[in-house]
């Protein structure tokens, strides 16, 4: 795989062509691939979770002197939660570069989103170990930064659930609703579908290991769905 391409489009330079490499490299490319030296993201990826943390942290504690620690928590959650961060690597076109299995490859579901998040993270893990921390904090910059006077105007800092509550309760006058629609899988590793109503109507279907989290996932796609 050829990164100079997306070096290009990030503005970075690496020293040590193999953090960006492992940086893409997801668990299941190795068993498919297997070759002396290489490593999955997943090391790169606790590496990045832990700078891209401080480094929004940093950000918003400057940005909002005013707000306490309950506050600055929710939106340091909403900047850089798994739909937030997946998408920024979806703009910066990190699926071309993605290093999966065939079938993982064939997955654009819930878990493809994982993917990009987590390869997204281990960017930023590449990304410090190669250049150093200011790169990584440029570069969260550049990506994440914009969204947080988004996240605060339209209180997208609260979890799925509750903003689509409290939207539908201020435009429609009804409380959401959420019903089971399937579950499969063995007891160790279930997948919920569960559906999001108001009223009468289906708005959207969530996915999710726990029904919580299909709940939460239903919610959010409620509200794009919805426009709100």
Do not use: C
């Amino acid at each position: 795989m050829d990164f100079a391409p997306f070096e290009t489009r990030i503005g970075f330079t690496f020293r040590d062509k193999k953090h960006l490499e492992t940086a893409f490299t997801h668990r299941s490319y190795l068993n498919e691939n297997r070759a002396p030296g290489r490593e999955h993201n997943e090391r790169m990826e606790f590496l990045g979770d832990a700078v891209l943390e401080l480094v929004v942290t940093e950000f918003l504690f400057a940005k909002y002197p005013e707000k306490a620690e309950g506050e600055l928590t929710a939106y340091r959650a909403a900047l850089v939660n798994t739909v937030s961060i997946a998408d920024a690597a979806s703009k910066l076109g990190m699926n071309e570069f993605l290093l999966l299995s065939k079938g993982e490859a064939k997955d654009i579901g819930r878990a493809r989103q994982i993917i990009l998040a987590n390869a997204f993270e281990a960017l930023i893990g590449a990304l410090y170990l190669d250049l150093g921390y200011n790169a990584a904090k440029d570069f969260i910059a550049k990506q994440l930064f914009g969204k947080s006077d988004e996240i605060v105007e339209k209180k997208l800092w609260q979890d799925a659930k509750s903003r689509f509550q409290e939207v539908a309760q201020e435009v429609m006058g009804i409380t959401p609703s959420y019903k089971l629609v399937d579950q499969s899988g063995p007891d160790h590793d279930k997948r919920f579908l569960i559906g999001a109503y108001v009223g009468a109507e289906k708005i959207s279907i969530g996915e999710g290991k726990s029904k919580q989290e299909a709940e939460q996932d239903a919610a959010q796609k409620a509200l794009i769905a919805k426009g709100w």
